[in-house]
């Protein structure tokens, strides 16, 4: 079993929690907020920067010149591609550029940010894929789930299509098998580090979309 197999096994019980969280269900049935969604659309905006960031670091970490092309790619995927998906939406949601630059990081968001940048800059290029892994695959995985089941004629359609979509699944089967190709020639305590590493990653997914669902801000 690859390396990438097998945490995905280990941490199955994770993943559905988080498929079938109050967030996720409520989406596909098209009954989530508008004022969850909105709230999350912004935290998703702030956390895209530290994602695309740390992206970055990965690609000037990467010890092949592919990679170092295959991570700054997503570092602007993240950044501009993505950015006019949450566009469309800021627009409709009527949240302007001061509104969204105003507000400001909530809890969850700025731990999931610090982490995965903390974890580019500090770690070595295995365990820096690894911590980034969680945000393409589990996105990749509870998109194709929620589009199984979405209602008709929901409001979220263009985000269900995003992460359902197949430009996105074929950057993220390349994330999964850079990270494989890594873990298959990485002494056996660097794989321990991977595991921890996107094990906690897929937790702060979770605390992600919850934080969101509850509205999360600063308790002071």
Known sequence: MSFTADIWQETLPLFETIRTMPFNQELAEGTLSQ?????????????????????AVAAAKADNTDEIVQFANAAHTAIIVERSLHADFMEQFNVSPATFAATPLSPATH??????????????????????????????????????????????????STYAGEEFHEAVRGVIATVDRVASVASEETRRDMRVAYTHAAKLEWMFWDSAYRLEQWPL
Not at 35 to 55: C, K, N, P, S, T
Not at 132 to 153: H, M, Q, T, V
Request: glycine share 2%.
């Open 35 to 55: 004022e969850r969604f909105r709230h999350y659309m912004i935290q998703d905006a702030h956390y895209l920067i530290a994602f695309g960031r740390a992206l």
């Open 111 to 160: 731990h999931y940010s610090s982490y995965l940048i903390a974890t580019a800059w500090s770690a070595s290029y295995p365990v820096a894929l690894a911590a980034l892994l969680p945000c393409f695959w589990i996105y990749a995985e509870i998109g194709s789930d929620i589009l199984k089941r979405a209602a008709k004629n929901n409001p979220y359609d263009s985000w269900i």
